[in-house]
């Protein structure tokens, strides 16, 4: 019998069914009368707002844990005490449900054990030995290509997490303490030390630190990454062999602890439960290995990384073009497991189901099954967590016959996972896969487009809209390839028009944080569906197909054994031609990409919204997707969207112009390690660019120096000065020209003369990239561009002061000479930048009556005193600035320097230095005073 809303006979189901909207759930589709229409009230929707405001406002205005608790307390019990008042009980619910999540973070982000090993660690680092159990299995990063833009290649490495229990400390007097600790840590080990096992006990040798704080303006902070998986520690080794793995059962490590005195009996029951839950993910990941190794002898060495990312998500594997192509064409998601690969996993056995004709709620449950063991066999990783139920939720809406995605479902698929980790609300990859599914709320519901016949007429004459059994009817007498082509249509005009929203939506919080632009991901992301799909379907093949043949190799070997034949006993192995197959689709998914990402105008490098734009952007358009009958008309959101996007192109216009009144020159040096990275924004708006390299990856200077120039609105480079042609002051020119348009390239005397492969990629991408190469000596200036039509401020000029070209340099020998020397001067300060400038004889600007100098770059990173004396005595500079790395860090020469009364910065120690200089004065800023701020 059917019961309308709210008028189900027992009270206590009408209660619950008000707040989880179980009339729906509890009727079937063939009892509900045809004008039914489910009830609109979503209550998960106003819960998951209260918990993403609770969560905001312990991240940024952090409160004690027994203040959230008693806000939780005081909440539900005036809730009890209004329950006759419904709005008053329901808001005092919501104020319960938001601080539950509030204190929730809290004790996630903000509360660790006393006797954390964080807590022992310090920025510096420090010699230790530490024992504790795996708990995870190691990642491997391999050795990326041959780079010739690199000084040093990095070495094979291994990552993995720890939960460390003890910690040995050595005394000055040569004392040894084992303290117990309880925390989790970070461990990267050189080599190749992938056998270690999820539960293994073992002991490290290594450097203990607390994780750097970021360098430089946008960097990623490494403090919160770890934070978020409560880790305050990292641990280093050079070593391999610096892992010993102990015994496997901690009641055989008991005694030995206990001779020395270091564990209680708590520490004791504790590492016992962390072996008791370890015995199932050694299990698991004994399944994970086997995945791999089964990919990896069935498919090439070109597919296989990019098919165990796409099943096991282990993305350490593939190499840095490949991720590249990937990401500048929006692809990347491919190799993440996502709602997109669960999804195509449940699309696919739910249809091999409904070939055998299961039941829709027996298919439902198997579904469930199949993505939970699934999501265990990829490490429950949080971006499976996220897809994983997701698509449980769905399978549940199909059990109960709901709609696939609603908000309630969506709302209850956000509070699990932050119910889980609530810092994923602040994590990319959760942002985007919300907004993305988000999005699908806004649409409308499929249904059947009656054709031109199948509506019929009014009292009037007119057409009215045709009924589901009058389209059900049309559609019964259409002949099926007329149906067919209809439905192929309608369909590829929704996955279009779908893949076009899902980029308007997310394309803003992109360009924020990655700063690309990918137009042609509306293309491509589409037809990636059926490639995409017979790839993991192909790899998923190859897993069934090695573990059939492992079974029936061990079914031969039992019968060849128990003699029952003669001869040898030959075994079909099926798995290398589902290999094969595996190989073909995952080339043609590549091919494809690799197609769409030669294509023109297909994907920029821009600069990005600034964070309260993007906030401003987001929160309506979140609030109206939980409560849609918010939601304001089409017309009116479409022209507040234009109108938000107008006023983020003002904000640039209006950044420059104030930067153009004031006449501020800004000079950023970045922190690249040892390098130099220097850019220069000029007050009427020009770009230079003082070298651009380092000796660590040139990846990394080039993305720093890249997000300053985003953070700066800029797009063009007008000019790049190379210093002198060592790596690390020019390797990161090749990346640079990629991503921005560079009006000319300003290089010493001698540049391409010296023979190495890094030089030949430099000057091969500046003939592709058609960017003029201008040899500079002294006297030259850098001027306007003819088309600019800009004057530049009187008061402002970059001159060069060596080298003059008097005499040749022999650049094999001594590139440092020929080093190109910069003066810039502005408002009556002055800067100079000297390069490496190391000359056998006294360069003959300095031969010149002195000029004084409000700040200098001392030469060869601050590293050779020697060199830097004839330039402190010509200039006698107010401040030194050092751009240099810890490893070549000369201490006794800043010391002296200290002592002589120079003010130094030093970016190895204080970050980005950035010097300002406008009517004001002249203003050092050092990134580090900033963020302690």
Same mark, same amino acid.
């Given at each position: ?414 509070? #699990?996972?932050?119910? %889980? *980790? $609530?810092?994923?609300?602040?994590? /990319?990859? +959760?942002? =985007? ?5 988000? &999005? ?79 137009? #042609?991901?509306?293309? %491509? *992301? $589409?037809?990636?569906?059926?490639? /995409?799909? +017979?790839? =993991? ?5 190859? &897993? ?102 107008? &006023? ?286």
């Amino acid at each position: 019998m059917w019961f309308p809303a709210g008028r189900l006979p027992n009270r206590r189901l009408r209660e619950i069914s008000t707040v989880f909207s179980l009339e729906v759930l509890v009727m079937d589709r063939s009892c509900r009368p045809p004008s039914y229409q489910p009830p609109s009230y979503q209550p998960l929707a106003l819960c998951l707002l209260s918990v993403l405001i609770g969560i905001m406002i312990d991240r940024f205005l952090p409160f004690a844990w027994f203040f959230w608790f008693a806000i939780v307390l005081s909440g539900l019990s005036a809730a009890y005490l209004f329950r006759k008042h419904q709005r008053v009980a329901t808001c005092c619910i919501l104020l319960a449900v938001g601080s539950f999540f509030g204190l929730r973070h809290h004790l996630h982000f903000y509360r660790f054990q006393a006797n954390d090993p964080g807590f022992y660690a310090n920025t510096e680092g420090k010699p230790c030995c530490i024992e504790g159990t795996v708990l995870e299995m190691p990642r491997l990063l391999v050795v990326p290509s041959p780079d010739p833009s690199r000084a040093f290649m990095p070495q094979e490495s291994t990552l993995f997490t720890l939960h460390a229990d003890r910690l040995r400390d050595t005394e000055a007097d040569g004392t040894v303490h084992w303290h117990p600790v309880d925390g989790r840590v970070s461990v990267r080990v050189a080599g190749n030390r992938s056998e270690l096992g999820s539960g293994e006990r073992v002991r490290l040798f290594g450097e203990l630190s607390k994780p750097h704080p970021p360098q430089n303006p946008g960097d990623a902070d490494r403090r919160i990454m770890l934070r978020n998986r409560r880790i305050l520690a990292e641990l280093r080794s050079n070593f391999p062999g610096s892992v010993h793995v102990l015994s496997g059962d901690s009641s055989q490590f008991r005694t030995h602890d206990t001779q020395h005195g270091t564990l209680h009996g708590a520490q004791h029951e504790k590492i016992g439960k962390i072996f008791r839950s370890s015995a199932v993910s050694a299990s698991l990941e004994a399944l994970r290995r086997r995945v791999r190794r089964t990919i990896q002898a069935n498919m090439s060495g070109d597919t296989a990384p990019i098919a165990t990312a796409m099943v096991l998500g282990i993305r350490e594997e593939i190499d840095e073009g490949t991720n590249r192509i990937l990401r500048e064409t929006g692809t990347i998601h491919i190799l993440a497991i996502s709602g997109l690969h669960i999804g195509l996993l449940a699309a696919v056995v739910g249809g091999m189901l409904t070939l055998f004709g299961m039941p829709r709620r027996l298919t439902a449950v198997l579904l469930i099954l199949a993505v939970l063991g699934y999501l265990f066999m990829t490490d429950v990783r949080p971006p499976a967590i996220r897809a994983t139920v997701l698509v449980v939720v769905a399978c549940v809406a199909l059990y109960f016959d709901r709609r696939i995605i609603s908000v309630n479902s969506l709302a209850f698929t956000a509070l #699990v996972v932050l119910a %889980v *980790n $609530p810092t994923e609300m602040f994590q /990319l990859g +959760a942002q =985007l896969s919300f907004l993305g599914t988000g &999005v699908f709320l806004w649409l409308p519901q499929r249904r059947e487009p009656p054709g031109p016949d199948d509506k019929p007429e009014t009292t009037d004459g007119n057409k009215a809209d045709a009924t589901p059994n009058e389209r059900r009817r049309t559609r019964a007498a259409m002949s099926p390839v007329r149906l067919s082509l209809r439905r192929f249509r309608d369909g590829i005009v929704r996955l279009f028009l779908g893949s076009l929203c899902i980029w308007l939506t997310l394309m803003p919080l992109i360009l924020g944080r990655i700063h690309l632009f990918t137009p #042609v991901a509306i293309l %491509v *992301n $589409p037809l990636l569906w059926l490639p /995409l799909t +017979a790839s =993991l379907m192909g790899a998923f093949s190859v &897993v069934a197909a090695g573990f059939f043949d492992t079974i029936t190799g061990t079914i031969m070997d039992m019968i060849a054994f128990t003699g029952p034949v003669s001869g040898p006993v030959t075994v079909l192995h099926v798995a290398p031609f589902f290999g094969w197959i595996a190989d073909t689709a995952v080339r043609s998914l590549l091919g494809l990409i690799a197609l769409f990402h030669k294509m023109p105008f297909g994907y920029y490098w821009l600069p990005g919204p600034p964070l309260w734009w993007t906030i401003i952007f987001y929160v309506p358009l979140v609030f109206w997707t939980l409560v849609p009958s918010m939601r304001p008309r089409g017309r009116i959101l479409l022209v507040s969207a234009v109108a938000w996007v107008s &006023v983020g192109f003002l904000h640039g216009y209006l950044r420059d112009r104030e930067i153009a009144g004031n006449e501020r020159l800004g000079i950023h040096v970045c922190s690249v390690g040892h390098g130099l990275a220097v850019l220069i924004l000029a007050p009427d708006g020009t770009t230079t660019i003082y070298d651009a390299g380092s000796l660590s990856s040139p990846w990394s200077s080039a993305n720093i120096l890249s997000r300053q120039l985003w953070h700066a609105g800029k797009t063009r480079i007008d000019w790049v000065v190379l210093s002198h042609p060592d790596n690390d002051h020019f390797n990161a020119v090749v990346l640079l020209a990629e991503r921005f348009r560079i009006g000319e390239v300003v290089v010493p005397p001698g540049m391409f003369e010296k023979r190495n492969d890094s030089l030949h990629l430099l000057q091969d991408t500046l003939e592709k990239k058609n960017i003029p190469v201008r040899v500079g000596r002294k006297g030259d200036r850098f001027d306007m561009p003819d088309d600019s039509g800009s004057s530049r401020p009187s008061s402002y000029s970059v001159r060069i002061l060596h080298p003059d070209g008097s005499a040749a340099v022999d650049v094999d020998k001594n590139a440092n000479a020929a080093s190109l020397v910069l003066l810039i001067e502005h408002l009556g300060y002055r800067v100079l930048l000297s390069g490496d400038l190391d000359t056998p004889r006294r360069p003959t600007f300095l031969q010149e009556p002195p000029i004084d100098i409000d700040l200098l770059f001392l030469p060869h990173h601050g590293g050779k005193s020697d060199s830097a004396a004839p330039l402190l005595a010509w200039s006698t500079p107010e401040h030194l600035l050092i751009s240099g790395g810890r490893f070549w860090r000369n201490p006794q020469s800043i010391d002296d320097y200290l002592r002589k009364g120079y003010r130094v910065h030093e970016t190895c120690d204080h970050g980005m230095i950035s010097i300002r200089i406008d009517h004001g004065g002249m203003n050092v800023e050092r990134f580090s005073e900033r963020m302690s701020e």
